[in-house]
């Protein structure tokens, strides 16, 4: 079993940060891409940022400049650093994982719970 837990969501006034964790446990072999989506009410879920364990990493175009991705792999955690928030950040982030378990099988995408940011004053 695999299993995705974020941590770091919570109310903040416009222009302030917030810094997102993601670990995965469970029967993982290797991870390639983790990444962060976002969902806000009414509209579909759209990609954040996304990190390959090797290779450069992908911003959406909202938020260059004010979010950073990070990873440890020794860890299996993922971190979105989110600065310079605005209310359009509002939104419910996932972490995502493609992975491959001990037990073989191809490559799979694990999503976390979600984690609600509010951006508001």
């Known amino acids: 079993q695999v299993q995705l837990v974020e941590s770091g969501g919570g109310l903040v006034q416009p222009g302030g940060s917030l810094r997102l964790s993601c670990a995965a446990s469970?029967?993982?072999?290797?991870?390639?891409?983790m990444g962060w989506y976002r969902q806000a009410p009414g509209k579909q879920r759209e990609l954040v940022a996304a990190?390959?364990?090797?290779?450069?990493?992908t911003y959406a175009d909202s938020v260059k400049g004010r979010f950073t991705i990070s990873r440890d792999n020794a860890k299996n955690t993922v971190y979105l650093q989110m600065n310079s928030l605005k209310p359009e950040d509002t939104a419910v982030y996932y972490c995502?994982?493609?992975?491959?378990?001990?037990?073989?099988?191809?490559?799979?995408?694990?999503w976390g719970q979600g984690t609600q940011v509010t951006v508001s004053s």
């Open positions: 990190m390959p364990s090797g290779g450069s990493t």
């Open positions: 995502n994982a493609d992975l491959i378990q001990r037990n073989g099988g191809p490559q799979f995408r694990y």
């Open positions: 469970g029967s993982i072999f290797s991870i390639n891409i």
